[in-house]
C-alpha cells in the first residue's frame, strides 16, 4: 500500500470529523441526563417517604400530646404521684404481696407438674 492510502486509513480511524466527535458529546450529555434524572426521581420518592413518615410521626405525636392532655409533663407527673401513693405503703404490704405471688405461683406450678406426670402415665400406659 502507497502512503496516500496509510494517510487516507489513519485519517479516517484516527482523526474523525466535528460531525463525529459532536453525535458522541450528544450521546454522553443524553446519557448523563438520563442518570441524573433517574437519582432526581429516586430522591423524589426518598423525600415523599420521609415526608409521610414525617406526618405520620407528627400525628402520633398529636394524639399522644392529647392523651397527656396537652402537657408534656402530664405523663411524668402521674407517674410521680402514682409512686408517692405505691411507696406510702409499707415494706410489710409489698411482701404480703409477694408472698402471696409466690404461694399463687407454686400452685400453678404443682398443678401444671401433677397433669404433666398423669399425661405421662397415660402415654406409658399405651406404650405398655
Known sequence: LGVPVMQTLAKAFLLRGSMDLSSSQLA????????LEKERDKAQYKLNDLT???TAC???????????G???SADLEASITQ???LGDS???????????AIADLQAQAAALEEATTKDIEVIMQKIT
Open 90 to 100: 409499707g415494706m410489710d404490704e409489698w411482701k404480703a404481696k409477694g408472698s402471696a
Open 83 to 85: 409512686l408517692e401513693t
Open 28 to 35: 454522553v450529555a443524553s446519557n448523563e441526563r438520563a442518570a
Open 58 to 68: 407528627k400525628a402520633v405525636e398529636e394524639a399522644l400530646q392529647a392523651k397527656a
Open 52 to 54: 409521610s413518615q414525617l
Open 70 to 72: 396537652g402537657d408534656k
